[in-house]
């Protein structure tokens, strides 16, 4: 079993819809999640991180732990073009060695 | 602010050769990780570098060599290399400490074995 599952999707959406982005991991142990949006042929950036469990906002960015069920989602409102990408989940224990999901692409249609 | 910088950008190499990639951390930064995206999947974590030491280190043979150097930078050194060793290189760098989490990317080296 994998460390961490993520969808590959593709997942398509209209401009405007909100989006909803999960993963499920089998370590209880992880602390620190993160979520990273990743262009085409460019490096991971980083968008949100959360530590342990909770919401956090970031203006049209909502990351969600839930520890209990080892699921994590990231919501984006009103779903831009430039959105679309790959965004990975990431996790890790103690912070330094990360475990990403293989990558949702996201592409929000005009 | 300078950002992650990696080298080359491209790289073609044969079977049983050996690779040095090279990565400048980010202003401020005295961490270094390495990861290893194949196509089509999710970075796999190579190694960290803190300090000029070894910090960590994932699930990948001896072969994998890394260096940091004093002023943060960093070298990822691969022998007899494997057509499975084809895939992007990243590098990411963090300040340490307390946000030693926010891991920051470069763009990557493409590397191709044939």
């Known amino acids: 079993q994998k460390e961490v599952e993520q969808d590959p999707g593709p997942l398509s959406v209209p401009e405007g819809a909100i989006v909803s982005l999960n993963c499920t991991y089998s370590?209880?142990?992880?602390?620190?999640f993160m979520w990273y949006r990743q262009y085409s042929r460019k490096g991971p950036e980083l968008l949100m991180y959360?530590?342990?469990?909770g919401n956090k906002e970031d203006g049209r960015f909502t990351a969600q732990v839930d520890k209990s069920s080892k699921y994590i989602s990231l919501f984006i409102r009103d779903s831009q073009p430039s959105d679309s990408a790959t965004y990975l989940c990431?996790?890790?224990?103690?912070?330094?060695?990360?475990?990403f999901g293989t990558g949702t692409s996201l592409t929000v249609i005009p | 602010e300078t950002g992650v910088t990696q080298s080359p950008t491209h790289l073609i190499k044969t079977r049983g050769q050996q690779v040095t990639l090279r990565c400048s951390s980010q202003?401020?930064?005295?961490?270094v990780s390495w990861y290893q995206q194949a196509l089509g999947q999710g970075p796999q974590f190579i190694f960290q570098?803190?300090?000029?030491?070894?910090?960590g280190r994932g699930n990948f043979p001896p072969r994998f060599s890394g260096l940091q150097f004093p002023n943060y930078s960093s070298e990822l050194n691969v022998n007899a290399l494997e057509l499975d060793d084809s895939a992007l290189y990243l590098c990411?760098?963090?300040?340490?400490?307390?946000?030693?989490?926010?891991?920051?990317f470069g763009p990557g080296t493409r590397l191709t074995v044939t």
């Open positions: 990411a760098s963090s300040s340490g400490g307390e946000r030693g989490y926010e891991q920051y």
């Open positions: 370590n209880s142990a992880f602390q620190y």
């Open positions: 959360t530590y342990s469990s």
């Open positions: 990431a996790m890790s224990e103690t912070g330094n060695q990360f475990y």
């Open positions: 202003s401020g930064h005295n961490t």
């Open positions: 570098y803190y300090r000029e030491e070894e910090n």
